[in-house]
């Protein structure tokens, strides 16, 4: 009895006639509903059981694999490009928010400023037209509208700007508007970089706490004195400022004069600021106060 539970623990099963007495051992068999891989091998030992057959018994079960001769005739052949001329006709990607023609004012709110963006150089000074792709996208343009300025504890701060002032702003600051026929920018007052009217960028005049630094040059030779390519020269990160902004305001309003004056030989992060070419040829850069590391004598 124990032996017996014991059996029925371990997942046996009580033995029956059917399993005892097992099917004969002929072709009939391979016809029954469920064949077992021991009858195939019983088969094929005795010869009873071909290749063909073999393949025919295991082929039905297996009828849903067959390949599929659906035909899509509605959608028709295919053709390469029609694909962008037929789901993509007429979609035209705009780069600026396209402001109606009925609008024909726009007033800046807060602290933000209109500007009109200069038109991008069409030709090298050499006369060379340049196309679409190599045109220097403008990071300057005239001052056409600003807002009332922003509250800073008891005080009213003005926009530093005026109408008609050629400033410069940050590459990838605002938002590109088409008004009136002419692409515009809109822009808080803090992302422009300074006051040029001039079309030379050792001219500009820096706001809050921007500084303009010219760019020292880049070594030409290792230290044992191997000439090093344009490709292998170590971006430089020292250069002397060239003139500095009022400085930034305190929580009164008031401006904090910069720690670093005009003429100063600076050391400032690798990555900052905004690069720019002189006409000379120099190499300029415009970068916050905070991005000075330190003064070099």
Known sequence: MAACSS???????PSSPALNNPPPQSSSYLR????????YKREMASGQLTAPAFSARLVPSFEGLRPSTAKFASLGP???????????????????????????????????VLIKI???????????????????KPQGGEVVAVGEGRTIGKS??????KTGSQVVYSKYAGTELEFNGSNHLILKEDDILGILETDDVKDLKPLNERILIKVAEAEVKTAGGLLLTEASKEKPSIGTAIAVGPGPLDDEGNRKPLSVSAGNTVMYS?????????????????LRASDVMAVLS
């Open 32 to 39: 029954s509903p469920t064949p077992t891989l021991d009858s």
């Open 156 to 161: 009213q701060i003005e926009i530093s700007v």
């Open 270 to 286: 690798k990555y900052a600021g905004n690069d720019f070419k002189g006409s000379d040829g120099s190499d300029y850069i415009v």
């Open 7 to 13: 059996g029925l623990r371990m997942g046996f099963r």
């Open 118 to 136: 200069k038109t991008a150089e069409e030709k090298t000074q050499g006369g060379i037209l340049l196309p679409t792709t190599a045109q220097t």
């Open 78 to 112: 295919f053709k390469a490009g029609s694909l962008a001329q037929r789901s993509f006709r007429g979609l035209v990607v705009r780069a600026a928010t396209v402001v109606a023609p009925k609008y024909t004012s726009l007033k800046p709110l807060g602290d933000r």
